[in-house]
Nanobody, 125 residues
Framework: QVQLVESGGGLVQAGGSLRLSCAAP????????MGWFRQAPGKEREFVSVSWSGGITYYAESVKGRFTISRDNAKNTVYLQMNSLKPEDTAVYYCAAARVLTVRTAVAAEGYDYWGQGTQVTVSS
């Protein structure tokens, strides 16, 4: 079992920035694909970004150019730098890990094996 712990959420004004972190304490996850999803009230969980172990990244169109995913395998941590935040970015953000992930399955929650508990991001207008 892989435990994922997110942190870094909070309240920020539109146009501001936040950096989310997702740690996997005591677990080497360098070979895993790591993704971020988000879920707003009353909406389905949606894909945000993914980082494969080889360094390839992919983003949802809604966040491309504003969000950056990165990973520090030595610290077993993946980050999501969020800039130019908009009120529509308000959601609970979840980190997820997958042992095997294709481009097709990367955008679907079902493609991931492990999930964190989520961290709230609220963007005020």
């Amino acid at each position: 079992q892989v435990q994922l712990v997110e942190s870094g959420g909070g309240l920020v004004q539109a146009g501001g920035s936040l950096r989310l972190s997702c740690a996997a304490p005591g677990r080497t996850f360098s070979s895993y694909a790591m993704g971020w999803f988000r879920q707003a009230p009353g909406k389905e969980r949606e894909f945000v970004s993914v980082s494969w172990s080889g360094g390839i990244t992919y983003y949802a169109e809604s966040v491309k150019g504003r969000f950056t995913i990165s990973r520090d395998n030595a610290k077993n941590t993946v980050y999501l730098q969020m800039n130019s935040l908009k009120p529509e970015d308000t959601a609970v953000y979840y980190c997820a890990a997958a042992r095997v992930l294709t481009v097709r399955t990367a955008v679907a929650a079902e493609g991931y094996d492990y999930w964190g508990q989520g961290t709230q991001v609220t963007v005020s207008s």
